[in-house]
């Protein structure tokens, strides 16, 4: 902070402060977001921006651990129901599954009254939950990775309008202007010109 000194009428020295603008660095803005997400934008006292950047973080982890989950549960699902072994029954668990009657597609518990094509129905179904719940998985992480980027670059790209001149210095004015166009001929159009005034 720096000091003014005035003198009053009896000579006396009173100091008062002034108070200067804060001044940011779009540098030290980024590598705060860097090394910790939110940083950046608390240092740019943008403090409403740091539970935005949080809540983004926490949906997209949100995101990943349900896609996960669902992903293995699809995926021992789909490995018990192309075993042979009677014991393993996980894919009975399954939300569409728990409602039909396993002796409709069942080869390895029902192998007198099952069907060929409802086996192969539900099999169908359990290998695109396995491809659906992986995709969404991976597009979750890519999701974070992009979040990240994004909170980094909104912290430098406020860093660096911060600093932005928006003095009443400048001016800005339309006027209209004759155009020549082509075979001879003139138009009408507006010119725009932006002044700086000192």
Avoid: C, H
């Amino acid at each position: 902070m720096g000091q003014n000194i005035t003198f009053a009428q009896d000579s006396l020295r009173v100091q008062t402060q002034v108070k200067q603008k804060f001044k940011a660095y779009p540098l030290k803005a980024t590598m705060m977001a860097v090394v910790f997400p939110g940083l950046g934008q608390i240092y740019n006292k943008k403090y409403w921006k740091a539970p935005l950047v949080y809540a983004g973080f926490a949906s997209l982890i949100y995101s990943v651990g349900l896609n996960s989950a669902q992903y293995n549960q699809y995926l021992k699902a789909l490995q018990d129901f192309s075993d042979k072994n009677p014991q393993t029954t996980s894919y009975l668990k399954l939300g569409k599954l728990k409602t039909i009657d396993p002796k409709t597609y069942d080869p390895v518990l029902y192998p007198d009254t099952y069907r060929p094509s409802q086996k192969a129905y539900y099999e169908e179904g359990m290998l695109r939950g396995v491809d659906g719940y992986k995709r969404y998985r991976d597009l979750s992480y890519i999701g974070i990775a992009g979040w990240y980027l994004l909170t980094i670059l909104d912290a430098n790209v406020d860093a660096s309008l911060t600093n932005f001149d928006v003095s009443k210095n400048l001016d800005i004015s339309f006027v209209p202007m004759r155009q020549l166009l082509p075979d001879g001929f003139t138009g009408t159009g507006l010119n725009m010109q932006i002044l700086v005034l000192f």
